[in-house]
């Protein structure tokens, strides 16, 4: 159906297809609700991919053990450093660097003692992806990564110091700590850091709140501590680890994916095959 040339008190056009919806209010979450958009998501994902249901079970369980891990100062780094480098970049791209990226930045503590020279031969090295302002972030983060370690004991202690888990107040405060500290750390990388180090909180990103707010779960696409919340919920909801939460609504919005089917997608999602399609704003509004 065409879009209406007006908008009314009680609709707006999508911005993605230009079709009508409905409502933008967020809708009632409650438990039932969350657990149910979940497991339909999960079901409709397998259903479109090329695994059996243990295949899947088997690829997406490690996502499942994220938490309570034993992460070394020097794991802590690498991590900032692969975020660093995908952050604004196809992830398919920087996977092509990712070992000639480890050879260069795979000890803090070596990395912090760069001298010019090293520096220059990292950023004229043509097997490597030649972003200086990356580069200089990683070298500035090694330097301050050891200064953290040399403070608190180890960098563990530092990210315990602000109890992150114990409350929505305490987590923000490690974020506003982590973008302070860190180069190329800010906003949604911020998040990014904090999942992959198991904390309880998942990366907002463009396809984790172009989903949720589909769903009315969250008020516009641009409020990441919305959708952390949000994440949270749905953790609690279903008693899954946040880092599974966030892998499956990924893959739900994910383009280029091997063995899976982007279902929710920026443009021309396959609203058809969407098992949550009745709980979407955008099918609710393209339908009428």
Known sequence: ??????????????????????????????????????????????LNSEYTEQEFEDEFSRFKSYENRDISDNEYYRLLVDIIFYSGFK???????????????????????????????????????QNKAK?????????????????????????DSFKPNSSDECLFKLKKSLEKNFSFIGGTTAYHFMTDIGLNVLKPDRVILRIFYRLGLIDNEEDLFSAVKV????????????????????????????KMECICSEKNPKCLKCGVKNYCNYYIGSVL
Do not use: W
């Open 1 to 46: 159906m065409s879009c209406q040339k007006t908008i009314d008190s009680d609709s707006r056009f999508c911005k993605y297809c230009g079709a009508r919806v409905v409502s933008t209010k967020k809708s009632k979450i409650n438990n039932d609700k969350l657990v149910s958009i979940f497991q339909n998501v999960c079901d409709t994902l397998c």
């Open 91 to 129: 992830a398919s791209t920087v996977d092509k660097y990712l070992d000639v990226i480890h050879s260069h930045f795979e000890d803090y503590e070596i990395v912090a003692k760069y001298n010019l020279d090293q520096v220059e031969e990292i950023k004229n090295d043509k097997n490597m992806i």
């Open 135 to 159: 580069i200089d972030a990683c070298i500035r983060n090694a330097v301050r990564i050891k200064k953290i370690v040399e403070k608190y004991g180890s960098f563990k202690k530092y990210i």
């Open 231 to 258: 994440g949270r919920l749905f953790s609690r909801a279903t008693k899954l680890p946040i880092r599974y939460i966030d892998i499956i609504f990924v893959s739900y919005g994910q383009l280029n994916q091997e």
